[in-house]
């Protein structure tokens, strides 16, 4: 067979890549790494008040400035990381898990089981997000496991409608009717057969409401309702500080920039999964 | 300058996505003279189509013509400009898709698409094209031509809409047309309908014609020559008597014996008495709202009763909407009847699969048509036939492993195969691990819905030796389902005709020529022989026509 190759593409474990995408998974991969060793890392405690001036400027030893109290902006960011991240990580695993695990079921079993759920979550998707947010974080008080519960509940519906429409286009195939008159159980069907068919666009989806998450979560910390001080995620440090804005201060440019960058590359990381390349000659 | 169309070594590249470049076409000349209809045929990925493709100067997206010239009345088509090429479509060459189901606007009317492109072309007034498209509609034997335009396509059938593409394809007068496999998805009894359309409207018009297909019985009643592709290489041409009764191409003899399967030996203990292995006795299924007699609205399967005996093997046949598939699921328990009873083995069956028990859903297996659809993308061979070992059998993982190895040897497959996923492997190969996984659950009795019907005829015909060895070898009984007759007539011990969800006749394979019911008349004796002068010479009732042909 004529083979050339055309003009060079990236290839890697039979993969193709882009650089885009890789920028943004080293960018991922930067920020998780901070959320797990900042503690080890941060140069002042998040508490310590280290400078004479508030929203001082970047300086030696204050690399990110000072807040509105003058402690250390830079310990503060790396912390918020471990709270924005890891609060979001877990929001999202739990709504996507079951999400994904009801439409699913929803969609291999039909009838009133998917019709029950289905509107069930339709009403709860009906509930404005920050609405909900703002009444449970009201009722119950803001408490780092209830923050995860909360935003786990917001977005498991679009988890759900999602998964449950990829499930319902693959459960049409004959494969599942053949594996149905095998006598297969619904656990089968959906973990071996419908799963792996739909994993790639629920990872993707998995992204994209990661990115909801935290933007939620750092609006409910802007209004007061997320974490409480001293503690102070990215959306909180940015509220904290907000009357820096007119100073050009970075304690206030900073935490949005952390956020920018952790949304946009999570984004971009998902527009530019590595594809596999079918062509086995090559 | 004699030929219309004159193709000169033509190339063609893809480009894959690991930027790899793959030449498709390697060097293809072919002419065709004025009002000559010359055929493309070969198996699927032979570049027929690409070939077809590119005298309207297009290559599809990812590849790209790099060399040779393919002259269409004097125009170099390959060096044209995109813009100039646009104005020879519709008016010099056009083309007819093979499915016009796909290719219609469903939201506008028929007449408005078939007069589209004296609209762009701005060959003649919208009123003069009408005119000249209901000339067409009465020269392609639409039935109410000064009515069908004002219909939108899902308001007529299959066959007539495929007709009507062909009147798109003709109203701009051009000088070459292009069928791509326009009759492949049609029943036979429809298919001679369209195929004498094309014909009488192409020659009266004295166009040139180029016809892409794989199925060398349709290619001889409609074409003069005919090229034989392989591999994106001219392996033979000649002229349509030449190709059909001296072959010197091993290809082309290789299609010519796969059309003339070999019939199934009768069985040497005919004799001894066989043991009823299912039987089924006025079964009757069918979608809708369930009415107060307890029978669905609409009955795709009305009260058929059948016999299948230990070994031997029942083939149904009827066109597509004939509840024969409705039928196999059936029987198969995913589709529960409404009304009859199904006695498998001796003992009755539970109407709906998830009550049977596991060992009668295990005796009984199912394949499918689309070995695409059947087989799960994600996974890889050896897990698509595992399962059913670890599900019904209940094997560790060393047996498991040895098992499908010798599963995958019987349906001669090479043991490599096993760590490919669906995707990777060809049509043929994906129906035989399709029917690898039937065999995987021992089972006695095995459905086959028209398996060979999305396959090549070469294909098809090495497909339906092995469900004979195998059946050899494993004693099996298959029911086989297909609209093909040659293929139920290679295989099959009976022939069960369905005409509009009820059983029609039964008869044995050498009893074919001597059918009783009008019905099977009109089905047996539309099915295309190698014969070119088959179509001229056929003449049919026309009250069976009128009443069993959907036109």
Wanted: charged share 20%; proline share 5%.
């Amino acid at each position: 067979m004529v083979a050339r190759v055309a003009a060079s593409r990236r290839s890697f474990l039979g993969h193709n890549y882009n650089l885009v995408g890789v920028i943004a998974a080293l960018v991922i991969l930067a920020w998780t790494l901070i959320a797990i060793f900042a503690p080890y890392i941060i140069p002042h405690s998040i508490g310590d008040i280290v400078d004479d001036d508030y929203f001082g400027p970047m300086r030696q030893g204050l690399w990110l400035g000072s807040d509105y109290l003058g402690r250390d902006m830079l310990s503060r960011v790396l912390m918020g990381a471990r709270y924005t991240v890891g609060i979001s990580l877990a929001a999202v695993v739990i709504a996507c898990f079951s999400g994904v695990v009801l439409g699913m079921i929803a969609a291999v079993t039909g009838g009133w089981l998917d019709t029950c759920l289905s509107r069930f979550l339709d009403a709860m998707n009906s509930i404005p997000s920050k609405l909900f947010g703002l009444v449970v974080v009201a009722a119950v008080g803001s408490s780092i496991p209830v923050l995860i519960l909360t935003l786990a509940v917001i977005y498991t519906p679009g988890a759900y409608r999602f998964a449950r429409a990829l499930a319902v286009n693959i459960n049409t195939m004959d494969f599942m009717t053949v594996a149905r008159v095998r006598g297969e159980s619904t656990i089968y069907l959906i973990g071996s057969e419908i799963l792996p068919n739909i994993i790639r666009p629920v990872l993707a989806d998995f992204g994209l409401r990661f990115v909801f998450i935290v933007l939620l979560l750092s609006g409910l910390s802007f209004l007061g309702l997320g974490l409480q001080p001293p503690l102070a995620d990215w959306g909180a440090l940015v509220r904290e500080n907000i009357g820096g804005l007119p100073f050009a201060a970075p304690a206030v440019i900073v935490p949005s920039l952390a956020i920018a960058s952790l949304t946009i590359s999570v984004n971009l990381l998902i527009d530019n999964l590595p594809k596999k390349i079918r062509d086995r000659n090559a | 300058m004699t030929n219309l169309v004159e193709v000169r070594n033509l190339r063609i590249e893809a480009t894959t996505d690991a930027g790899r470049i793959v030449e498709i076409i390697k060097g293809v000349s072919l002419d065709i003279a004025d009002g000559e209809i010359v055929a493309l045929i070969g198996e699927s990925g032979s570049g027929k189509t690409t070939v077809a493709l590119s005298l309207m100067g297009h290559a599809r997206p990812g590849c790209r013509i790099t060399g040779g010239e393919i002259n269409v009345n004097g125009k170099n088509m390959a060096a044209l400009s995109e813009k100039e090429r646009a104005k020879l479509r519709g008016t010099d060459i056009a083309y007819v898709p093979q499915s016009a189901a796909a290719s219609f606007n469903p939201s506008s009317t028929i007449m408005e698409q078939v007069i589209e492109v004296t609209r762009i072309h701005r060959l003649m007034p919208p009123e003069q094209a009408r005119k000249r498209a209901v000339k067409l509609f009465k020269a392609l034997s639409l039935p109410d031509p000064d009515g069908i335009g004002a219909r939108y396509p899902h308001q007529v059938s299959g066959g007539q809409l495929q007709r009507l593409s062909a009147a798109m394809a003709l109203i701009g007068d051009p000088k070459l047309v292009i069928f791509d496999e326009p009759t492949t998805a049609l029943d036979v009894t429809t298919q001679i309908d369209v195929l004498k359309a094309f014909k009488s409207v192409m020659r009266a018009g004295g166009i040139a014609g180029v016809y892409v297909s794989h199925d060398l019985a349709v290619v001889a009643q409609i074409a003069d020559h005919i090229v034989v592709l392989k591999g994106g290489e001219v392996q033979e041409t000649g002229t349509t008597a030449q190709i059909l009764s001296a072959a010197q191409h091993p290809y082309t003899r290789e299609l010519l014996a796969a059309f003339e399967p070999k019939r199934r030996q009768a069985h040497a203990d005919a004799d001894v008495v066989t043991k009823q292995l299912l039987r089924i006795d006025n079964l009757t299924a069918g979608y809708g709202a369930v009415r107060d007699d307890g029978l669905p609205l609409i009955r795709a399967v009305n009260s058929v009763s059948l016999a299948v005996e230990k070994g031997r093997n029942l083939g149904i046949i009827g066109e597509s909407g004939c509840g024969k598939s409705t039928l196999a699921r059936v029987i198969a328990g995913i589709h529960p009847a409404a009304a009859g009873e199904i006695v498998f083995d001796g003992r009755e069956l539970q109407r709906a699969a998830g009550k049977r028990s596991q060992d009668q859903l295990r005796e009984m297996q199912i394949v499918f048509q689309y070995a695409d659809t059947a087989l799960n993308p994600a996974k890889p061979v050896e897990d698509i036939i595992a399962r059913p070992l670890v599900f019904y059998h209940g094997l560790d993982r060393r047996t498991r492993s040895k098992r499908v190895d010798q599963l995958l040897d019987m349906v001669r497959l090479p043991k490599a195969l096993r760590y490919r996923h669906p995707s990777e492997l060809s049509g043929g190969q994906k129906q035989r691990v399709n029917f690898a996984r039937a065999l995987a659950a021992d089972p006695k009795l095995i459905i086959c819905d028209e398996i060979t019907s999305a396959l090549d005829t070469v294909v098809a015909a090495a497909v339906i030796e092995l469900l004979k060895e195998l059946q050899r070898e494993l004693g099996l009984s298959y029911i086989f389902i297909s609209h093909d007759l040659s293929v139920v007539e290679a295989i099959c011990d009976e022939i069960m005709v369905m005409y509009n969800g009820e059983r029609v006749e039964q008869i044995t394979p050498d009893k074919v020529k001597a059918a009783t019911h009008p019905y099977s008349k009109l089905l047996f004796s539309s099915v295309p022989k190698l014969d070119p002068t088959w179509l001229d010479g056929l003449v049919r009732d026309p009250d069976l026509v009128s009443q069993y042909g959907h036109r």
